[in-house]
């Protein structure tokens, strides 16, 4: 019967059915609010490059013009060394 229960103990070990203490589940909430607050700050810094870039002109990436003559390949996207 003890070997069952230590079974089941490693079963539940591995696939995590045990409850987390009160320190864990407030370290692993505080971390997933530490961690949102970062995807969201480094989001706005890329959406802001991205607007910043798109609106000037001179972005990195400049459309070609689609030249309907050809049937092969067509360069869609020109990318430059600014």
């Avoid at 591995?14 to 989001?43: D, P, Q, W």
């Amino acid at each position: 019967m003890q070997a069952l229960a230590r079974l089941w103990n490693q079963i539940r070990d591995i696939f995590g059915f045990r409850k987390n203490s009160k320190y864990v589940s407030n370290h692993l909430n505080e971390a997933n609010i530490r961690t949102s607050i970062y995807m969201c700050a480094v989001v706005f810094v890329i959406e802001v490059c991205t607007i910043a870039s798109s609106s000037s002109g001179s972005g990195y990436i400049s459309y070609a013009p689609v030249r309907r003559r050809y049937t092969g390949c067509v360069k869609v996207f020109s990318f430059s060394d600014r």
